[in-house]
T-cell receptor
Framework: KQEVTQIPAALSVPEGENLVLNCSFT??????LQWFRQDPGKGLTSLLL?????REQTSGRLNASLDKSSGRSTLYIAASQPGDSATYLC??????????FGKGTLLTVNP | DTEVTQTPKHLVMGMTNKKSLKCEQH?????MYWYKQKAKKPPELMFV???????INESVPSRFSPECPNSSLLNLHLHALQPEDSALYLC???????????????FGEGSRLTVL
């Protein structure tokens, strides 16, 4: 059974700092990995999708990497802003086509 | 347009009521999903429809009844719910590739359900 772990569970940083969120998964037989952000009481917003054949994806200040063999992904946020404050969720699409979510990292960026 | 629209945004119902949640997307996606999310927890998969047919039911109680009238619409019919069913219900959709549900998932804003 696929298990997805996100570290840290919570992170508080000053504005402008570069930061890394970590995601690990136990079964490397995946189709893709997706990073989401969720604001309190809202739906999930897709940030980046990395296919299993890819090593990284970039969108603006966000860069996500994937090391399938070691079961790891990182989400790098450059020059963080208070508007980046949210919960970040990592989800892995496994061989059963289901998405398995991590428990998320609660990010607070302080002005 | 990468929008999934859910209605209503908020719903309060008694345990004997019958109500429905609605979801719509116009991205041409042929896979649609219902998730349930409790506070400070990740979303939990409930149902998956693929090409308008129910493909996954995660052992959800029969008081939740999904329906996919066409490729753009997904409903969740609610009947005789319990207070512990109070949660955020999220709809999502994704492309299918070679008939498989492996595409990027797009979520709606959710319907906040409170069962009294």
């Amino acid at each position: 059974k696929q298990e997805v772990t996100q570290i840290p569970a919570a992170l508080s940083v000053p504005e402008g700092e570069n930061l890394v969120l970590n995601c690990s998964f136990t079964d490397s037989a995946i189709y893709n990995l997706q990073w989401f952000r969720q604001d309190p009481g809202k739906g999930l917003t897709s940030l980046l999708l990395i296919q299993s054949s890819q090593r990284e994806q970039t969108s603006g200040r966000l860069n996500a990497s994937l090391d399938k063999s070691s079961g790891r992904s990182t989400l790098y946020i450059a020059a963080s802003q208070p508007g980046d404050s949210a919960t970040y969720l990592c989800a892995v699409r496994g061989s059963n086509y289901k998405l398995t979510f991590g428990k998320g990292t609660l990010l607070t960026v302080n002005p | 347009d990468t929008e999934v629209t859910q209605t209503p945004k908020h719903l309060v119902m008694g345990m004997t009521n019958k109500k429905s949640l609605k979801c719509e997307q116009h991205m041409g996606h042929r896979a649609m999903y219902w998730y349930k999310q409790k506070a400070k927890k990740p979303p939990e998969l409930m149902f998956v429809y693929s090409y308008e047919k129910l493909s996954i039911n995660e052992s959800v109680p029969s008081r939740f009844s999904p329906e996919c009238p066409n490729s753009s619409l997904l409903n969740l019919h609610l009947h005789a719910l319990q207070p512990e069913d109070s949660a955020l219900y999220l709809c999502a959709s994704s492309q299918t590739r070679a008939g498989l549900n492996t595409g990027e998932l797009f979520f709606g804003e959710g319907s906040r359900l409170t069962v009294l």
